[in-house]
């Protein structure tokens, strides 16, 4: 295991109005020191999009 569970971070973050603005940029923009020591690495694939798509499935369940 290297980052956090996908239920953990909708834990985390459900409720939250600036919840999806940041999971945002930790997709696209890579995430470092909010979880643990390791470091997530940007998306240089995902369109805008798409990566909306994944917020809003993360923050579904
Ligand atoms: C479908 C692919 C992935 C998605 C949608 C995803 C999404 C996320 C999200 C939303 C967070 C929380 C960031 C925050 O709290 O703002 C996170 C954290 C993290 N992810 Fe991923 N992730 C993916 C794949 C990966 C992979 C492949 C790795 C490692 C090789 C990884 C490593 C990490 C790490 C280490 C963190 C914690 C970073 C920190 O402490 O800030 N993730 N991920």
Redesign the pocket.
Known sequence: M???S?AK?AA??KGKADAPT??F???KG????????????P?TKLSDDDTRV??DW?LAN
């Not at 890579?30 to 690495?41: A, D, I």
């Open positions: 290297v980052g956090p996908f971070i985390r973050y940041v999971l940029q930790s997709i890579g995430s470092r020191g909010k979880w643990g020591v390791m470091v997530m690495k998306d994944v917020v993360l």
